[in-house]
């Protein structure tokens, strides 16, 4: 089975909200553009922070077909459910409307190398084996961790799996095994794009990662900083990336996290809200004015933070 | 708000499938009357052993509809979901047809007391404040500890709190703090229907709870213990519930109890297969040879075991 | 490696104590020889239900030294710690004291395979490579999950590995599948007593377990349905385990199951006390009523529980 | 009950062993005479990263007893343990050397409200309660979720409750929280140091932070950042701080954080070696020539980076 190459940055995208909750669809139209320029290589919709468990599947649908019609690039779609029926209902639809894949976390309740293996060959069936999907490694918030050698079994077992969205933690030392895999021959072509809010997007790209596969507030930095390191321009890319590791890291936090990103968003123009569908944190002024302060500092550096 | 009094037993129904997966609708029909005939008080639908996560809300609508339009009794719904959204329409949905109520389960994420008191208050306000809903409390699947002080403070918080679902391990002395929390009024009144597949049944009645809410593949006995129990024949009911303790014990396990339990009503005649969807344990020849031995040693006693 | 062959019923000894929490010495003598009058094969100290965390390094190995004095059967003794210092330090000295070997419960962030494997290949070097241990398998407690594979790789890698405290829920069939690998030799001799409070022994047997590990309040029952079932008096022990199955079941309850044990060994007259050191449930008067109602009925058919 | 004032930092110290996994004593005394000239306000010993369950008892009160010799500081030791036996041996043994309170961090058990005050009221009546303690809030390792409300509690159930160590995260808001508890009088003087390895110490004392208590590889950076900030010098401290963000982060990740550490300490002379005890990560030569490349680029800002 013949993958797009993933590489680069696929972002997260965020799912923009008007005051009362309801989809804003204009927003998604700028905010798609906005990727665009930026020159991401793909986008993520209806991940975690795309607050997809909050959505109906009629909405869900209707973000994928808006954000399909004006990109021109790979589009992952978040279909993670706690059953199969669910999975491949939004799976179908969203294909049809052309998706390029899916994004699969697995179930907390995985507790065995084998139990996880089976999870995903069973999520492949279940959606069709012809349908390329990503394994969503992220043990801090899944609870499921995956060896290295876990991965290899899922890749190996299925054509489909088209990446690995590896938000592990520690993790660099997966991406240095997974890439010395396959180097040797012993796994097969796994394209790695680094989750995690890229808090070591730095090091991970250093050590073998094709991309990421994240939604800071700032994806065109992402964009830079991959390019850098990839060109070889190691203390440039650091150089920018540190300038925005403060901010970063605040934007990490769970919970809080999510209302930071569409705050500095809704900052930048990108987004008109920063409203999070219930149940969903907000920033008290203490933390919005915290964010300010640490956009003012990343724009000593960054002139795209002065907003 | 004024609630149908919850008492006696509100069986919770399986999902009966055809061999290939497809919902078999006739066997609906047929264990819904099962159901009626038996003495049941009340009907649950979609509970975690209806298989509900494997349905799309489509055909979860489907069997609620099927169930109502036959019986004659209070039926609950269960509408757990991971966001609001889902739970919402699928609430709508049923309430629609007819439901009188649904069933909530807290997310596993939930770790203080304020997280479960404010997730009920928030659901209750998605759902919408007329709707009644029943708490799940199953620490064992679900990982929240609630005290018996968090469901008064449910209970107290919203008028639409039906009754709760008790399925607490150990869970002797919650009941007997809510019932004489109701008797001295510093709890309203609010219903106790005992889940955790009857195993301390016998105790839980004599403890104050109101009746079962479970889904025993006898539901005819556990009418039967909680009418004898209430009626004060204690040794009668003790006799009736150990003569079942050893299947009872069986059929708790997770993940092969499910199928303990419909090979079990497929053996009695009650719907016509023993298929669980995927993923979803299937019994080895020698589990149902275990099954067949306690069913006869049942049938020592109970005659209805005799198939 | 040559190991004692572990077979029949190897109980857990609680620890008794007085009312003021000290370690009643006059209780383990009593105790001791009950259990080699009943007829136990082996005796295991300071498991979880011995309140092991609860004691002093000096008070753990003072237990085991006067088990130790009169016991003229194998002892195993827990030696579970957060790290392996500690637990090299009791093993140590209990083995100088005349131990058979250690148990070895796994720490609960173990999350994969390989995890697993090596934990029990470091915690085996610590303890030397020479001294017998037990693996404890009991995932609902420590929240590990071994597959049979797993356990067939601990066994390889240790000549040391002597049994498996086998408390898996649901359990059966890994005990079908580790016995099918013995007999086709893909795995050593590996025996498998179960645990679990004995709650499925009547099957665990007859799918080739070799004993119960296990301290139901009735070690005397635990030994006659062993040798009943493994004489092929398949009927009789089931008449016997049914018999006990209400009290087994009230006693496997997670913390007031410790006291339930302990109660109706007092009124055995086994132990002199019921006390539980700190933090430890106590039985409210209901509770203790209830096991007394327990106890008179299970002396309907056992007359050992008429006291 | 009158407390020593917590405030500053009161560093974590690591134990240094030598390669074989034997105590190391002189650099027992030159990381304390280090910690002094760093102008820390106390020191914690035995915590989490200070391998505290890899020691027996007598190697846990030979290092305090080595630590207390020297330093002229406030030390606080690490007694959590399994049960409130060897919490209350560790505990008089190390009061009686001359510490001035002991750390104890939850049970990763407990999940209600009332089960963490229960604990808390418990751990201290086992050690004395006169015994000053610090609260361990930290939910990503232990479980344990405590709101600023049950922190109040145990604050108020106990005298001896000396400061609070933060490292929730998120965490700032629960900061200001009890802050501003403190400041209306409804909550006692309760100093709170935070942990995290420093993560959000920049805004953690701006929101009223009293100082820190975690083990970052350059607590003399930690002084002076809390210093700086306290002086009103906002704009420095972050200066500072952003410098070694990128090696805090590099630092804090669970597992290898620990060998970063110990290796950073050994760069700069601290420490002899950077072993770790078994079961302990070891740094790869590719991760030590990050740290290099971080400490490299620290150094820029840092004149103690440069070694």
Redesign the interface.
Known sequence: MKHIEAKGVYVIAPTPFVPDGKIDESSIDRMTDFFLKAGVDGITVLGQLG???????E?SVGIVKRVIARAKVPIVVGVS??????MR?LTQDVMALGATGVMIAPP?TL????SIV??YK?ASE?IGADVPFVIQDY?LTF?????P??IRRIATDNASCWFLKHED??G??KI?QLKAWEKDGSLRRLPILIGNNA??L??EV??GADGANTGYCFPDMLVDVVRLSKAGKRDEA?DLF?AH??LI??EQ?????MAVRKYVMMRRGIIAHDTL???GASL?P??RA?VDYLMA?VARVDPRARV
């Open positions: 607050e997809a468990p909050k959505m109906t599947h909405e459910a706690p059953g199969f029926a669910a209902a907390n507790r065995t190398d084998d089976q999870y069973q279940a043990p609870s499921v961790q995956m060896t050698a876990v933690w520690p660099l030392d240095s808090l070591f730095d090091f250093e050590r650091h540190d590791l403060p890291r605040y936090q769970p919970g809080p996290g569908r219930k149940p008290s203490t933390a915290e500092r």
